[in-house]
């Protein structure tokens, strides 16, 4: 397990880490290896199943924290995922306090949760399984993503609830959530990403976020996120393209 990502974590350093959205094991070790802290694999928006997840892992390494993005609020999900041996998951979509007792419930072995035992790739198919339930309920981050006003307002009841890693938010559904879907530099929609963190930094949570380019995760840094994700796999690429080709043909 990665203890020491947990620790940053929790210690609220700055980890940059990238979306990775293509079911390619190549480019995942190509990224763990280009001086991220961390990356955020997501099943939400893309087609990768857990079969391509667990093949990224293994790729990068046990040694290199990935959080997974599930597909969607969903017990089964989420067991499979963290069966494959993430360092945590990320949870899209979530606005309730209820919601959050649900996935704390879901990600955690008896008596603090209902998660099943199985053996899996987590516990080295069962060589290590006692080892790894004794320390996955503290070891493994479960960060519910912020992503609609209803969740804004009811973050303060939120952080109250024991066991949460991070808070993290997603700007661009924030958005259109108050009727300016992809504006996330309106006021609002930035009062909004501000709100988040003052009301998580009271109570020492961590708050993380997305961007699509470092111009538009400096702000978020500069008040305190500290879990961010900036860019993706497709987006590098594109843009080491881009660049090289318009410097050729200048």
Not at 16 to 32: H, K, N, Q, R, Y
Not at 74 to 90: C, F, H, M, T
Not at 204 to 221: C, L, Q, R, S, W
Request: charged share 20%.
């Amino acid at each position: 397990m990665n203890e020491a990502f947990l620790h940053r974590l929790r210690n609220n350093d700055l980890l940059l880490g990238t979306i990775v959205t293509l079911p390619s094991p190549e480019m995942a070790e190509l990224l763990s290896q280009a001086g991220f802290d961390w990356l955020f694999i997501d099943m939400e928006h893309t087609s990768l199943g857990v079969k391509d997840v667990q093949r990224i892992l293994q790729a990068v390494g046990k040694e290199f924290p990935c959080l997974v993005r599930v597909p969607t609020m969903d017990e089964a999900w989420i067991k499979k995922v963290l069966e494959s041996g993430p360092a945590g998951i990320i949870v899209p979509h979530v606005n309730t306090p209820e919601e959050v007792e649900k996935i704390l419930r879901w990600s955690k072995y008896p008596p603090e949760g209902t998660r099943s035992i199985g053996i899996s790739r987590a516990q080295d198919y069962g060589l290590n399984l006692q080892e790894y339930m004794e320390k996955a309920n503290e070891m493994i981050a479960v960060v519910p993503q912020v992503e609609h006003i209803e969740a804004v307002k009811n973050l303060e009841s939120f952080v109250k609830i024991p066991g949460l890693s991070a808070i993290f938010v997603g700007p661009y559904d924030l958005s259109g959530s108050v009727g300016k879907l992809g504006k996330v530099k309106d006021p609002e929609v930035h009062g909004m990403i501000q709100n988040v963190q003052t009301i998580c930094s009271k109570t020492g949570i961590v708050t993380g976020i997305f961007g699509v380019d470092a111009e538009e995760v400096n702000p978020y840094i500069k008040i305190g996120y500290s879990l961010v994700a900036v860019g993706m796999d497709t987006s590098h690429v594109s843009k080491s393209v881009q660049q090289t080709l318009h410097a050729l043909r200048k």
